[in-house]
């Protein structure tokens, strides 16, 4: 560890910070074992099955194509929740529904069986939720490896070539930094076609 790390470390408020978002990683990485359709783990025709496993798998980089559910689980129809016996054994997410899954009326409000409630087309708004830190923690993560390649190679560029062109990107920088992000973004969607 750097003498930063361990600093960071040391103190309690960098700790602190730490865990909501260790947190949020889990759960955007384990959205599909808190609410899919699908059991945890289950025993069907005397076997042990994974159905779960493989979907919370692809919200990892390099991991996501390697695992697949087993047979008569990938299949579209296969309806979990019917197909498998009463008695069988069987572990489920806590919220047994998919983040598309129509599960009521619309605006029903908050239960036992939908935490949050439903949106206004019927889905379950807990498992929308879930699904939906996956997305928010995918496009932050992108946008942080964009912008650190981007510094990188502007940073190595000044410093490689020195002299002018180091001014001149240096001054360019601090231009962008200067401009207010909202005034940016806006007068973008101004010069974008609605749709």
Request: proline share 8%; aromatic share 8%.
């Amino acid at each position: 560890m750097t003498p930063v790390d361990r600093k960071f470390m040391g103190r309690l408020r960098g700790k602190l910070l730490l865990i909501p978002a260790v947190g949020l990683l889990l759960l955007a990485v384990g959205a599909p074992l808190l609410a899919w359709d699908q059991p945890i783990v289950c025993r069907h025709e005397s076997r042990l099955h994974f159905p779960a496993w493989p979907e919370a798998c692809r919200n990892l980089p390099w991991v996501g194509g390697w695992l697949h559910r087993s047979r008569p689980f990938r299949y579209p129809d296969f309806e979990a929740r019917v197909a498998l016996d009463a008695g069988a054994f069987a572990i489920w997410p806590p919220i047994r529904y998919r983040p598309d899954e129509l599960v009521g009326a619309g605006l029903e409000p908050p239960s036992r069986a939908h935490w949050l409630g439903t949106d206004d087309r019927g889905r379950d708004v807990a498992a929308r939720l879930l699904h939906g830190a996956t997305v928010s923690v995918r496009v932050g993560l992108l946008a942080v490896l964009i912008a650190g390649a981007t510094g990188v190679l502007i940073g190595a560029a000044g410093g490689y070539c020195g002299g002018l062109i180091d001014s001149v990107l240096s001054r360019l920088i601090e231009a962008v930094i200067c401009l207010p992000t909202l005034f940016v973004v806006l007068a973008i969607l101004a010069r974008l076609t609605p749709g």
